[in-house]
């Protein structure tokens, strides 16, 4: 009964990864009372042979009140069964769970040792739910739940308690995790961090700064535009050079040798050709394409590696009022956790970042009608504010040498083939924007 009830509902939810194909199976992997009227599901979906599982926190109430009225699942008998992420009431136990480091049926609440948490905050559900659910309680704590389940210890975790314990700057601080085994394998199922309350996102910052320029009339240079973002992305370099010094102080490095660098760009070649059956739209590119990552095979430098963030854009990054903040270590979403916690070189990154800028410029020309004439004033804003990153990172310890262009430019490459991809199955209209990426000027 209750497994029909989670089928009916799981597919209209906004973060069930498998939305179009039909259910042919639910079955609950897992079921454990949290505290009354509250409890912790972990269900198989079975679709078309595949299956996933996701996380659900069940309420039961023997009325439901108005403000929980969306969030219900349906009734068995006279009791009321809902998604609890939105009742404060009920969540308020993960903060207690997580203070006093509870275990309920293999299911551990913990707090990073020597923090302590304040269990009165309330939970509200963050607006921008995506693939996972966040419950920011006041303004101290954002607590991810994660919905689809991949078995071993999320790399986010990993990274900020490793940062955290050696006190590096530049990250949102830890305080506690919930995790489970799956699979025979130490599972996370939630991350709770400290809620940057007075930050702003710096997709947000840039989009505003890009607007500001394409407003100013007459026309004014990109440096002389009220918003100039030019000295955040000089920081934002900086800050990112310190957190890439930080991961290579915490974590194992080790260099990819001369000989071996070729098969880095089999891995850039392997993503391209899926990438190319999956979009049709990337066919045009692939000589250009491929002609960069054969640059890749002519290096005769050895390339240095280490933990890195993966998936790093302007949708990462926070500005405090004093500093920036990097947020989500986890690498590309869908993509295997053994490659996620691969090591890489450090200018994987910065690629992500370079892309991102480009990304920001062009977004807003999409639904402009005078989109061709903002184009060179859009480029101007990418190249302006994509060196002053570069001059940032430099100036902050990061190494770009002159031998590291060609690896640079087939990381660039190969974010925008996985964007193209990312946009093609989430944001089809925005797919131009990565295309452009592959046309000489770039943009
Ligand atoms: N520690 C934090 N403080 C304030 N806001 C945050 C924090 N972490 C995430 N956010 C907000 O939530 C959004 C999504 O967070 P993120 O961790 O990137 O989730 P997802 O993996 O679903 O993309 C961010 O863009 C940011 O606006
Ligand atoms: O933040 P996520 O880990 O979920 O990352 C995914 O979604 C991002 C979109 O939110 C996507 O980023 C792409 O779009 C951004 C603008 O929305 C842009 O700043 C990035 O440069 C661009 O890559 C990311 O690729 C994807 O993994």
Known sequence: MLGELLAAWIGRQRWFGGKGRPIDELSIDSDVELTSGLRHLIVAVWQEGSRDRYQILLGERDSLPDRLSHSLIGTIGDVYLYDAVHDADRTSWLLDGMAHDETRSGLRMRHVPGVTIDTTPRSLVLGAEQSNTSLVFGDAYICKLFRRLIPGVNPELEIVTALAARNAPHIAQPYGWIETDLDGTDTTLAIMQEFLSTAND??????????????????????EAGGDFAAESLRLGAATARVHQELAQAFPTDVIEVHEVKRMAEGFRRRLGRAVAEVPELRAYVSAIEAAYHEVELLTNEVPVQRVHGDYHLGQVMRTPTDWVVLDFEGEPGQPLAERRAMSSPLRDVAGMLRSFDYAARHLLADQSQAADLEPRAQEWADRNRTAFLDGYVEGGGVITRADAALLRAFELSKAV??????????????????????????
């Open 202 to 223: 710096g997709w947000d910052l840039a989009l505003a700064s890009v607007r500001d320029l394409y407003a100013s009339l007459p026309e004014l240079p990109a440096s």
């Open 418 to 443: 996985y964007e193209v991809v990312y946009e093609a199955r989430n944001r089809p209209s925005w797919m131009a924007i990565p295309l452009a990426a592959f046309r000489p000027r770039g943009i």
